[in-house]
Every structure is written in C-alpha cells, then in structure tokens.
C-alpha cells in the first residue's frame, strides 16, 4: 500500500473546511471582510451552513470521547509511582 500526502488526517480536513479564505472572505472581530484579489469557490452563505455543521459535529465528537473515557472498567496505575495512568492527546482528533 502506497501512501500518499493528502487530507489523510482529520485535522487538516477540518482546518481547510472551516477557512473563510475559499469563499473569497477573512474574519475579524466585526465579521466576514471581502478578499477582492480572491476568487471565491462557494459563496459565503453556503460555507457559513457548512462551518455551523462542523461545530455541531466537533462538539459531539468532543462529547462522545469524553464519555468513552469515562466507560473503562479499569482503570490503569502506574508500577513505579502508583499513580493514575492517562490518556495523553497530541491533538483533538487523537
């Protein structure tokens, strides 16, 4: 199997989807602020459906690894210091 760079991660799907520069815009603290040099790819209302989408599904993905980290049975001690034993995230979607 050959791998290939690519949006193989969830992370860089999730940056790219939730950037405003593909609908020719940038945010600032007022707004959206037209890009003029840019020629946008889908319109700004269609990416603001799409970005609301996005928060729904990142808060319940947020949610549901939450509680499956709150479903183990056992919990793991550490040999050496007795002490509880975590799961550490590199990033959001690990």
Same mark, same amino acid.
């Given at each position: *199997?050959?791998? =290939?760079?690519?949006?193989?991660?969830?992370?860089?799907?999730?940056?790219? /989807?939730? !950037?405003?520069?593909?609908?020719?815009? #940038?945010?600032? $603290?007022? +707004? #959206?602020? @037209?890009?003029?040099? &840019?020629?946008? @790819? @889908?319109?700004?209302?269609?990416? /603001?459906?799409?970005?609301?989408?996005?928060? %729904? #599904?990142?808060? #319940?993905?947020?949610?549901?690894? %939450? +509680?499956?980290? !709150?479903?183990?049975?056992? @919990?793991? !001690?550490?040999? $050496?210091?007795?002490? &509880? *034993?975590?799961?550490? =995230?590199?990033? &959001?979607?690990?």
């Amino acid at each position: *199997m050959v791998r =290939r760079k690519g949006l193989n991660k969830p992370e860089k799907l999730f940056r790219i /989807l939730s !950037n405003p520069f593909y609908a020719g815009h #940038y945010e600032t $603290k007022n +707004g #959206y602020q @037209i890009l003029s040099h &840019v020629t946008p @790819i @889908i319109d700004l209302d269609l990416f /603001l459906k799409g970005k609301s989408k996005l928060n %729904e #599904y990142f808060s #319940y993905y947020q949610e549901s690894l %939450e +509680g499956a980290s !709150n479903q183990f049975l056992v @919990i793991p !001690n550490c040999e $050496k210091c007795g002490n &509880v *034993m975590k799961h550490r =995230r590199e990033n &959001v979607f690990d």
